[in-house]
T-cell receptor, first 113, second 116 residues
């Protein structure tokens, strides 16, 4: 079945460091891919998405490219800020499963000044 | 515009009891999905409702049930609570399939359920 494997954390970075959080997926057909962010005590917020191969999603300085050849959707940011501290979830919506989402286990990011 | 709202925010129950969680979708959204997020894990899909009909069900026991009302709000019911049901329950809403954004889900803040 469809699934998402996400880089385990926690990740601790200094402010202005480069961030990569790895995400790979298993799915039939052509799923849509998402990154969600969860701040402490809050629900999930959509960060970015990509709906077809080679699409690049971007938002708030974060980027991720849908790579079908490597079944990956890695999240990157060139210079993290303290306010980026949160848990990041990679997710997919299968081509044949409507909008049922499959989430990774989440990666906790802490950015220190 | 208001986002997805859920009630209550927190809830404490004892084993064997029943619980009802409520969700109001974003105005104009007709699809509601429910997820269970156990501490330290990603959300797990429980149900999806669209146009008041169940459209998908995850791998959860029959103790879990849900429904969607004519105004598109939704309830999640869990019977015979177990300790393992303690989790954050998230509701998400989305637009119709015709919008082309059916799989863009907007999440509520969740209901934190503790079973003692």
């Amino acid at each position: 079945g469809d699934s998402v494997t996400q880089m385990e954390g926690p990740v601790t970075l200094s402010e202005e460091a480069f961030l990569t959080i790895n995400c790979t997926y298993t799915a039939t057909g052509y799923p849509s891919l998402f990154w969600y962010v969860q701040y402490p005590g809050e629900g999930l917020q959509l960060l970015l998405k990509a709906t077809k191969a080679d699409d690049k999603g971007s938002n708030k300085g974060f980027e991720a490219t849908y790579r079908k050849e490597t079944t990956s959707f890695h999240l990157e940011k060139g210079s993290v800020q303290v306010s980026d501290s949160a848990v990041y979830f990679c997710a997919l919506s299968g081509a044949n499963t409507g909008n049922q989402f499959y989430f990774g286990t989440g990666t906790s990011l802490t950015v220190i000044p | 515009d208001a986002g997805v709202t859920q009630s209550p925010t927190h809830l404490i129950k004892t084993r064997g009891q029943h619980v009802t969680l409520r969700c109001s979708p974003i105005s104009g959204h007709k699809s509601v999905s429910w997820y269970q997020q156990v501490l330290g894990q990603g959300p797990q899909f429980i149900f999806q409702y669209y146009e008041k009909e169940e459209r998908g069900r995850g791998n959860f026991p029959d103790r879990f049930s849900a429904r969607q009302f004519p105004n598109y709000s939704s309830e999640l019911n869990v019977n015979a609570l177990l300790l393992g049901d303690s989790a954050l329950y998230l509701c998400a809403s989305s637009l119709t399939p015709a919008s082309g954004r059916f799989n863009e889900q907007f999440f509520g803040p969740g209901t934190r359920l503790t079973v003692l």
